[in-house]
C-alpha cells in the first residue's frame, strides 16, 4: 500500500468546478468475479479516495491498483458492494502542494496497549480524516483527539490494525487563502520556489510571510521615488521621514499669573502646518478664546474672545485669554517646529487662574 500520498510542487490548470469529485460510482457492477472497474476522469497521482461498502481501501498492492482511470481490485467486490470515489482531475485553479497529505500511514505501531500515533504534518484543526482498518473514526474525544501532530484514542487499536490518516497542514497559506477564482481547493498550497501567474484572478489572496531584501524600497529610494517596482513598508515610510498621520492634538494648560515669556508645546509628532487653538478657564464663562494659524501667517489669524463683559474681538493672535476687564495672557503665534509649535505670551494686568488650552495639529 501507499505509505504517504503526498504530492511535490503546485499544479494549475483553466478554471472549472469540476476539479473535485466526489462520491462518484465506478463503472461495473460488482459480481464477485469482475476485478476491472473505470472512472469518469483520470485522478490526479495519489488523490483518488476508493470506498468499499464505506471502508477506506488500501491502493497499492493491498486492495487495489490504478492505472490512468482504471482501478484494479485484488479481490473481486462481491454482488451488491457498493464502490464509490473521490478524486481530484487536473484541472480548475487547485493546488496540491506540499502541506497536502493523503491516506498516510500513521507513526506507531498497533499493539493492543498503545494510545498515541503521529502523522508527519501538524494537521489543520477539524481537517483530519483518520481510518481504523478502512472505517472512518469520529475525532473531538469519541474515537480519538489530536494534539498537533498527535492522535489519541480513546480505545488502544488491536495489533496489526492499520491505521491511515489524510489532512491538510499549514505550512506557508492560512485562512481563507485558498480560494481562488471562487474554487475551494480540498487542500492548502505550497511553492517551494517560483510560480508565474499570468492573467490570473486572485480572490481575497492573503499573504502571511515576511517581505525582506530587494523586493522591499528603502527609505532613500521612497524619498527619491525610485522605487516603484518594490512594496514600501512602514519603515521605509519612517526612514523617509514621512508620517501618515495627518492631525495631532497637544493639550496643555496656561498659569495666568506666570509672566510673559515664549513657549514651546510639543507632542504632534510631526511638523504642522496649520493649527488651531482653544482655551477656557476651568469652572467659569470667562477667559475663552478660540484661534487658528498657519505657517503662511508670521504673528497669527483672527481670534474670538469672551471675557468677563462677553465683547467681541478680531485681533491678530492666537490665543487673547482675559478672566477680567484689563487682565489677560496673549499668545502670538510664532513658529512651527518638527513637533509642535511655539507661541509668545504676553501677560497684561494680573490675570488670575488657569487656562486649558488644546492645539489641533494639521500637517
Known amino acids: 500500500m ?8 503546485v499544479k494549475w ?3 472549472s468546478a469540476a476539479s473535485i469529485i466526489r462520491n462518484e460510482i465506478p463503472s461495473g457492477t460488482p459480481s464477485g468475479s469482475l ?3 473505470t472512472l469518469a476522469n483520470t485522478p490526479v497521482t495519489n488523490s483518488l479516495n476508493l470506498f468499499q461498502n464505506g471502508a477506506l481501501l ?3 498492492t493491498a486492495d487495489y ?3 490512468a482511470n482504471t482501478i484494479t481490485f485484488v479481490t473481486a467486490p462481491l454482488t451488491g458492494d457498493k464502490l464509490k470515489a473521490d478524486y481530484l482531475i487536473n484541472s480548475g485553479y487547485f493546488a496540491v502542494g506540499a502541506s497536502s497529505f493523503n491516506k498516510e500511514t500513521m507513526g506507531g505501531t498497533p499493539n493492543g496497549t498503545l494510545t498515541t500515533f503521529t502523522t508527519t504534518g501538524t494537521p489543520v484543526a477539524n481537517t483530519e480524516f483518520i481510518y481504523r482498518d478502512g472505517q472512518l473514526l469520529t475525532g473531538g474525544s469519541a474515537d480519538y483527539y489530536m494534539t498537533n501532530n498527535t492522535a489519541t484514542f480513546t480505545a488502544a487499536p488491536l495489533t496489526s490494525s492499520v491505521l491511515i490518516a489524510s489532512y491538510q497542514s499549514n505550512n506557508s497559506v492560512a485562512g481563507n487563502a485558498d480560494l481562488l477564482d471562487g474554487q475551494h481547493g480540498s487542500y492548502y498550497a505550497s511553492t517551494a520556489g517560483t510560480e508565474t501567474l499570468t492573467n490570473k484572478t486572485l480572490t481575497s489572496p492573503v499573504i502571511n510571510t515576511g517581505f525582506s531584501g530587494s523586493g522591499t524600497a528603502s527609505g532613500a529610494e521612497v524619498t527619491t521615488g525610485t ?3 518594490k512594496i514600501v513598508t512602514p519603515k521605509a515610510l519612517g526612514d523617509a521621514g ?6 495631532r492634538v497637544i493639550a496643555s494648560t496656561r498659569d495666568l499669573a506666570t509672566a510673559s515669556g515664549t513657549v514651546t508645546y510639543t507632542g504632534a509628532g510631526f511638523t504642522p502646518t496649520s493649527v488651531i487653538a482653544f ?3 476651568n469652572g467659569t464663562s470667562t477667559g475663552r478664546s478660540i484661534g487658528w494659524s498657519n505657517s503662511g501667517l508670521s504673528s497669527g489669524a483672527a481670534i474670538i474672545v469672551y471675557d468677563a463683559v462677553a465683547s467681541f474681538s478680531n485681533v491678530q493672535n492666537l490665543l487673547h485669554i482675559q478672566p477680567t476687564s484689563g487682565n489677560n495672557q496673549v499668545g502670538a503665534f510664532s513658529a512651527f517646529t518638527s513637533d509642535g509649535l511655539t507661541v509668545v505670551w504676553t501677560k497684561t494686568g494680573s490675570p488670575t487662574g488657569t487656562a486649558s488650552l488644546t492645539f489641533i495639529c494639521s500637517r
Do not use: E, H, P, W
Open 242 to 247: 514621512i508620517n501618515l498621520v495627518n492631525t
Open 2 to 9: 501507499a505509505d504517504s500520498t503526498q504530492s511535490a510542487g
Open 279 to 281: 482655551a477656557a478657564m
Open 65 to 67: 491498483s490504478i492505472s
Open 58 to 60: 488500501l491502493d497499492g
Open 13 to 15: 490548470g483553466t478554471a
Open 35 to 37: 476485478t476491472t472497474f
Open 227 to 229: 522605487a516603484d517596482t
